[in-house]
């Protein structure tokens, strides 16, 4: 793990090791040249200590360039907590409270909410010994609760803008949709796609969550291991990161990517695999903004859900037509143009 922080071109890393829950604690704080750093607490089991911290330290990176695509006044961090495989339920609480007063102790290098693995419920409990450096509380507790809608309305937007960019118009209207993932944010996603006229076919690896959409629903469903075959007009990862890659990626049938997933390119070269392909990626660090965007609009800035919606839409709209103009022009791939944007706001003045 040494040498793996001392290449990192993040600016600092917190490691905790929690011994009553017998978990690993990182907290990655990528950027704070545009405010302080901000990004969601994951929680869940990782093959070793290694691999947390690393995907800590990739998922940091993305929320910064997810604050810097729109100009927002906020750095990049994310905060990892590595539990055992057989965690017991009756540590979570316990663990948590440790983890919130790590983070006041902090004195606001670093903000969180929820992630992967992790809900407003839980930010109720962090917030006990964290606060005021917890967002998306339940609204009982005084937060604006999930954050997941706002993240799926970012998606949708996304999937207008590559339709109106691939096919003429931004309408979902008659297009085939595979969505991968159909929990807090793919769910909603589905949802509103369906309100939109899409043709929508999702996967999971939940069984409840696949007999909601499949069985009570009428929601086509593919099995996790076909959805790379299947033709659509979107493909949009909504589940776990690192899913586009040298395997996949011959395999796709799709005209264009928008999701909701982190980190979906599973290597640097990943996104021109995909332009020699001619599928448009709507990098996920543009797309997947509206949740953090929204969330700290209605906690900081004392937005209205309705202002908070429209600033999600119309922010993400304009900044992938900005992407999409950039790769065209430079004859580069979708993520690459979206890394010179940001990397342009993280320069050191």
């Known amino acids: 793990m040494e040498s793996l922080i001392g290449q990192w071109e993040g600016e600092t890393v917190i490691t905790r090791y929690d011994r009553p829950a017998n978990a690993w604690i990182f907290i990655a704080v990528y950027s704070t040249l545009l405010g302080p750093a ?43 907590i590595a539990v055992p495989d057989a965690f017991d339920p009756a540590l ?23 992630d992967m693995g992790t809900c407003s419920l839980d930010m109720n409990v962090i917030a006990e010994t964290g606060a005021p450096y917890v967002f998306a509380c339940t609204p009982e507790a005084g937060g604006c609760g999930s954050s ?4 799926a309305l970012g998606v949708f937007t996304a999937i207008q803008a590559c ?37 929508v076919i999702f996967s999971d690896v939940d069984r409840d969550v696949i007999r909601h959409y499949r069985d009570e629903r009428g929601v086509p469903f593919v099995e996790k291991d076909e959805i790379y075959q299947v033709e659509c007009d979107i493909f949009s990862p909504c589940a776990g ?50 949740g953090a965007m929204a969330v700290l609009g209605l906690e900081t800035l004392k937005w ?19 992407v999409f103009a950039l790769a065209e022009k430079k004859d580069v791939s979708t993520e690459v143009a979206a890394e010179v944007i940001a990397g342009e706001r993280l320069q050191a003045p």
């Open 92 to 114: 979570r609480a316990g663990l948590l409270r440790r983890y919130g007063k790590l983070v006041h102790q902090l004195g606001g290098l670093f903000y969180t909410g929820p």
């Open 163 to 199: 339709c109106k960019h691939v096919f003429g118009e931004a309408s979902v209207q008659g297009r085939k949709v595979l969505v991968q993932g159909a929990g807090s944010v793919g769910g909603p996603l589905i949802t509103s796609l369906l309100a939109a006229g899409a043709e």
């Open 241 to 290: 990161g690192g899913i586009l890659n040298r395997n996949t990626i011959p395999a796709l049938r799709c005209k264009a990517i928008a999701g909701g997933a982190n980190n979906q390119l599973q290597a640097a070269g990943d996104g021109e695999r995909l332009r020699v392909r001619d599928i448009l990626y709507a990098p996920d660090f543009v797309v997947n903004v509206g």
């Open 148 to 151: 997941g809608p706002f993240t």
């Open 38 to 80: 901000a990004g969601g607490t994951r929680m869940k089991p990782y093959p070793d200590p290694r691999t947390a911290l690393q995907d800590a330290m990739l998922l940091a990176k993305g929320m910064a360039y997810k604050y810097a695509i729109p100009g927002m006044p906020w750095g990049g961090g994310k905060a990892v």
């Open 304 to 322: 209205s859900r309705d202002r908070a919606e429209e600033e999600v839409a119309t922010t993400i709209g304009r900044a992938l037509q900005r």
